[in-house]
C-alpha cells in the first residue's frame, strides 16, 4: 500500500520561531498533497491544497504568509509555521494524492509552541 | 459544497456488541464517501469508502457500511466488538474542489469506547 511519511512526529518551539514540517510520500507520486490541522478533541480541517509545481491553495481563514506550503517534487511538500504563536499548537497531518485521487494519509506532526 | 454530521460524538458498546456509528452528508454532487479510523496520536487509516456500484461497502477489520442515497446516510457497523476497536472514527465526504481535485471534508469524529 501507499506510504506517507511526516517528519518531526513531534516538535516543541519557542513563541516566535519557525518551524518546518515534511511530508513525503514514499512508493508512489503524489500529484496533489493536503494540509491538515486538528485540534484537541476536533475533527480535521484543511488548510490547503498543493499540486507539485504550483502554488498551494489556501481554505478561507487560512493565512498562507504564516503557513507557507512548498511542493517541490513530486514525493515531497513541506509545510512551514512562520513566526509561530501557542495558538498554533495543534496536530498537522499530511495526505498524498496520485492519479487515482485517492488520499494516504501521514502519521502526523504534533506541534507545541511555548 | 458538502458537509457531514456524525451523531453521537461518544458511543459505547460491549465487547461483542453491534457497533453503530452514524453519518449523515449533504452534496451537491454525487459523492464519494469514507470511514476512516484514528488511534492516539496517530494519522488516519482508512476503513472504508464508497464511490459507485454496490451501495453496501465492507472494509478491514469486519467494518461495512451502506450508502443510501435517500437517506443522504452512510453509517458504519461492526456485527461483533472487539477491544481493539477503540479508536477515534471519521466519517468524510469528497467532492471536486478548485484544485480539480477531490478535497475531503470531515465530519466532528465519533469516540468508540469498547467495554469489556
Known amino acids: 500500500g501507499a506510504v506517507v511519511s511526516q517528519h518531526p512526529s513531534r516538535v516543541i518551539c519557542k513563541s516566535g520561531t519557525s518551524v518546518k514540517i515534511e511530508c513525503r510520500s514514499l512508493?508512489?507520486?503524489?500529484?496533489?498533497m493536503f494540509w491538515y490541522r486538528q485540534f484537541p478533541k476536533q475533527s480535521l480541517m484543511l488548510m490547503a491544497t498543493?499540486?507539485?509545481?504550483?502554488?498551494?491553495?489556501?481554505e478561507q481563514g487560512v493565512e498562507k504568509d504564516k503557513f507557507l506550503i512548498n511542493h517541490a517534487s513530486l514525493t515531497l511538500s513541506t509545510l512551514t509555521v512562520t513566526s509561530a504563536h501557542p495558538e498554533d499548537s495543534s496536530f498537522y497531518i499530511c495526505?498524498?494524492?496520485?492519479?487515482?485521487?485517492?488520499?494516504?494519509f501521514g502519521p502526523g506532526t504534533r506541534l507545541t509552541v511555548l | 459544497a458538502q458537509s457531514v454530521t456524525q451523531l453521537g460524538s461518544h458511543v459505547s458498546v460491549s465487547e461483542g456488541a453491534l457497533v453503530l456509528l452514524r453519518c449523515n452528508y449533504s452534496s451537491s454532487v454525487p459523492p464519494y464517501l469514507f470511514w476512516y479510523v484514528q488511534y492516539p496520536n496517530q494519522g488516519l487509516q482508512l476503513l472504508l469508502k464508497?464511490?459507485?456500484?454496490?451501495?453496501l461497502v465492507k472494509g478491514i477489520n469486519g467494518f461495512e457500511a451502506e450508502f443510501k442515497k435517500s437517506e443522504t446516510s452512510f453509517h458504519l457497523t461492526k456485527p461483533s466488538a472487539h477491544m481493539s476497536d477503540a479508536a477515534e472514527y471519521f466519517c468524510?465526504?469528497?467532492?471536486?474542489?478548485?484544485?480539480?481535485?477531490?478535497?475531503?471534508?470531515f465530519g466532528s469524529g465519533t469516540r468508540l469506547q469498547v467495554q469489556p
Open positions: 468524510a465526504v469528497s467532492a471536486f474542489g478548485d484544485t480539480g481535485r477531490r478535497a475531503l471534508t
Open positions: 512508493d508512489f507520486q503524489a500529484t496533489t
Open positions: 498543493s499540486n507539485e509545481g504550483s502554488k498551494a491553495t489556501y
Open positions: 495526505s498524498a494524492s496520485g492519479l487515482n485521487n485517492e488520499q494516504f
Open positions: 464508497y464511490t459507485t456500484g454496490a451501495t
